[in-house]
């Protein structure tokens, strides 16, 4: 499944690194949010990719952008990522059902049970605009993310 630039994005229920529950939709009409999918948590890809968000958050923040990450792992997995390596933006786990938010996406690799590295740019009204997806070996550049969040 092929999500289109200018389709309203998939509500999803997910919850965080603390066990609290996070609605896409709780941001419609307060921010932006760019939606980052990878592939595990702890693997040097994902937490590099992560870790310079992490380190570029006050652009995002300025920007009026959440930034929100979603893996397959297991909510105490994730805890124990963000905790270690200082995220503060939530970190979602899909892992049950296991990778349904993924797949409606279009990000599940169902023979490996993984989400590939796919972001998705959705505005105040919950509308795509923006998307890349990458192999799960191939980090996405900080600076695609900055020039989708120009273009809004």
Same mark, same amino acid.
């Given at each position: 499944?092929?999500?289109?630039?200018?389709?309203?994005?998939?509500?999803?229920? +997910?919850?965080?690194? =603390?066990?609290?529950?996070?609605? $896409?939709?709780?941001?419609?009409?307060?921010?932006?949010?760019? +939606?980052? =999918?990878?592939? =595990?948590?702890?693997?040097?890809?994902?937490?590099?990719?992560?870790?310079?968000?992490?380190?570029? +958050? %006050?652009?995002?923040?300025?920007?009026?952008?959440?930034?929100?990450?979603?893996?397959?792992?297991?909510?105490?997995?994730?805890?124990?990522?963000?905790?270690?390596?200082?995220?503060?933006?939530?970190?979602?786990?899909?892992?049950?059902?296991?990778?349904?938010?993924?797949?409606?996406?279009?990000?599940?690799?169902?023979?490996?049970?993984?989400? $590939?590295? %796919?972001?998705?740019?959705?505005?105040?009204? %919950?509308? $795509?605009?923006?998307?890349?997806?990458?192999?799960?070996?191939?980090?996405?550049? +900080?600076?695609?993310?900055?020039?989708?969040?120009?273009?809004?």
């Amino acid at each position: 499944m092929t999500l289109e630039i200018g389709a309203p994005a998939p509500d999803f229920t +997910l919850k965080d690194q =603390f066990g609290q529950e996070v609605k $896409l939709s709780d941001f419609a009409g307060e921010k932006n949010v760019v +939606l980052v =999918f990878v592939p =595990f948590a702890f693997t040097g890809i994902c937490t590099g990719e992560l870790c310079e968000m992490r380190d570029n +958050l %006050g652009a995002f923040e300025a920007a009026d952008v959440q930034v929100i990450a979603v893996s397959c792992d297991p909510t105490p997995s994730q805890r124990v990522w963000a905790d270690k390596e200082g995220y503060t933006f939530p970190v979602l786990s899909d892992f049950w059902p296991h990778g349904a938010v993924a797949q409606t996406y279009g990000v599940f690799k169902e023979d490996t049970g993984f989400a $590939l590295r %796919g972001s998705f740019l959705i505005d105040t009204k %919950g509308i $795509l605009r923006w998307s890349v997806v990458n192999q799960p070996g191939q980090a996405r550049p +900080l600076v695609a993310y900055q020039e989708a969040i120009a273009a809004l």
